[in-house]
């Protein structure tokens, strides 16, 4: 295949930071370049570089043989380079065709829109891409696969020669992800090449034609798929063997269980749903979206209250009607979303860490002062490992993995028993993720209770004793011992869906 672009020697530095050191890239036409690395590996910096967003200090970026020492926005795009963000740049109160067909509704600089042709114009790209979305609807209404369909569309209405995609399936559910990465290898059918970035290695493994590899700023390498298997690719990213491992739980019936579920029902949610958490176990929830695994996390949580059912905590009936009562009970919530529902952004995170427990550091005054923050949140960051070069800075300044370890070292602070983890490790880093699966291993070697829910099968499997299945809000299956599997997890689900 002919090449169509390349860097060459490229370089950035940041205050204190080398981004980028010597970079080289190439791209074939209709390839599937997976770009690879952790946080601060360098992704983001050479995609902003490939795109315009920055000036590289040193090297050259060469498109069909001509070299540029650096590109502009404007140039990136008359090139034939799009690139679709994790914000995915949508207006939301436009229609779907307005969203796909905007630039060409621009380059005709009328005083008045031709809707047919702004619908021919959507209609052609969505069958480029071999889906249909209704052209009419306001596209904020819609999935978030929607969105990320038509922002592919609206790059593919702008003579897309390169499609670089930023952790496109960050915030898809499970079967979104598949209609994405089957649109992606449309694009490569037609021609059109890909530079993929993504967190989640089994799916790179899924669609990519190679692999960059790059860590702390420096290219390690090119792989075919081939010569890799994903913990394989994980060492080479993290330069960490990737090793899941189960919890190792007290699975002796003569153990009392920490927590005991019987007949809990919500109506239109979920019904008669019973388990047993005993200490030093690791319990997973899968199931698809709506299956009700987050809705009874909110319930045990205090925040979803059931209709009907019994939860007891170590052998004591448990009445949970506010989270305030299930964390002085033993039990705490992880949320998926650690932005809106975890996490004071803007705050310190020795705040955020205090936050949890400020009734037990106030003074005889009624204050808490920020040494006594700054001791607990100290305490705390060194235990979850936090990467910060003080618990004065603010939450936002970190990364996504750390801002979770900073929400885990939150709730950790009131001492829990029982902990719920809501989709613990989305968004982050193969590096972080490690981290805190062995967090997750040394809270069960130390007694406590663990629900994990994600949708993440490999993820299950390799942390997980038992995994229950939920299907429309009902227990279906047990998967445990050798039958827990991702692929054995996967089946079940397909059969769900």
């Not at 052609?124 to 071999?130: F, K, N």
């Not at 063997?241 to 239109?268: F, I, M, Q, Y």
């Not at 860490?353 to 960051?381: C, H, M, N, P, Q």
């Amino acid at each position: 295949m002919a090449e169509l672009l390349r860097l060459e020697g490229l370089s950035k530095r940041y205050i204190g930071t080398q981004a980028l050191d010597s970079v080289d890239l190439s791209v074939e036409a209709g390839q599937i370049l997976c770009l690879a690395g952790a946080n601060g590996s360098g992704k983001s910096t050479l995609l902003k570089c490939i795109s315009g967003a920055e000036v590289p200090d040193a090297g050259q970026i060469v498109w069909q043989g001509q070299a540029f020492r650096r590109l502009t926005p404007v140039q990136a795009q008359q090139l034939g380079i799009q690139v679709i963000y994790q914000d995915l740049s949508i207006f939301p109160d436009l229609s779907v065709a307005e969203n796909i067909a905007f630039h060409a509704i621009q380059r005709h600089h009328r005083l008045w829109v031709d809707w047919a042709a702004c619908n021919a114009v959507a209609r052609r790209a969505l069958e480029q891409l071999g889906t249909a979305l209704p052209l009419d609807a306001r596209l904020g209404d819609l999935s978030i696969g929607a969105k990320q369909t038509a922002a592919i569309a609206r790059a593919l209405t702008q003579e897309c020669r390169l499609l670089v995609m930023d952790e496109p399936t960050s915030a898809l559910p499970s079967r979104d992800v598949a209609h994405l990465l089957d649109m992606v290898r449309r694009l490569k059918a037609d021609g059109i090449s890909v530079l993929f970035v993504s967190h989640k290695l089994d799916e790179l493994f899924e669609v990519a034609d190679r692999f960059c590899v790059l860590r702390d700023g420096r290219k390690i390498g090119d792989y075919e798929p081939s010569q890799l298997s994903v913990d394989q690719l994980g060492f080479l990213m993290t330069g960490i063997e990737v090793k899941a491992e189960h919890a190792g739980a007290v699975r002796d019936g003569s153990v009392e269980p920490l927590l005991r579920v019987e007949g809990l029902t919500r109506g239109g949610q979920y019904r008669n749903v019973s388990f047993a958490l005993r200490p030093g176990e690791v319990m997973g929830l899968a199931g698809l979206t709506g299956a009700g695994r987050t809705e009874i996390a909110l319930s045990l949580f205090g925040l979803n209250p059931p209709d009907a059912g019994r939860v007891t905590m170590e052998g004591r009936e448990l009445k949970a009607g506010s989270p305030l009562d299930a964390v002085r009970a033993g039990i705490v919530l992880v949320s998926e979303d650690r932005h809106s529902q975890g996490l004071f952004a803007r705050k310190p995170i020795r705040v955020n860490i205090a936050a949890s427990i400020y009734d037990r550091l106030k003074s005889r005054f009624g204050f808490v002062s920020t040494a006594a923050e700054r001791r607990v949140a100290d305490t705390w960051v060194e235990r979850v490992r936090v990467k910060t070069p003080s618990s004065d800075e603010p939450a936002q300044s970190l990364s996504g993995g750390n801002q979770q370890k900073v929400v885990l070292a939150k709730w950790l602070a009131t001492a829990p028993k029982v902990l719920i983890l809501d989709n613990p490790t989305a968004g982050i880093d193969v590096g972080s993720k490690m981290e805190i699966h062995e967090i997750i291993h040394e809270l069960a070697r130390e007694g406590h209770g663990v629900i994990m829910i994600s949708d993440d099968l490999g993820e299950l499997a390799g942390n997980c004793d038992r995994v229950f299945l939920l299907r429309a809000g009902e227990l279906a299956g047990e998967f445990s011992g050798s039958a827990l599997t991702a692929q054995s997890l996967g089946a079940a689900l397909r059969q769900a869906a």
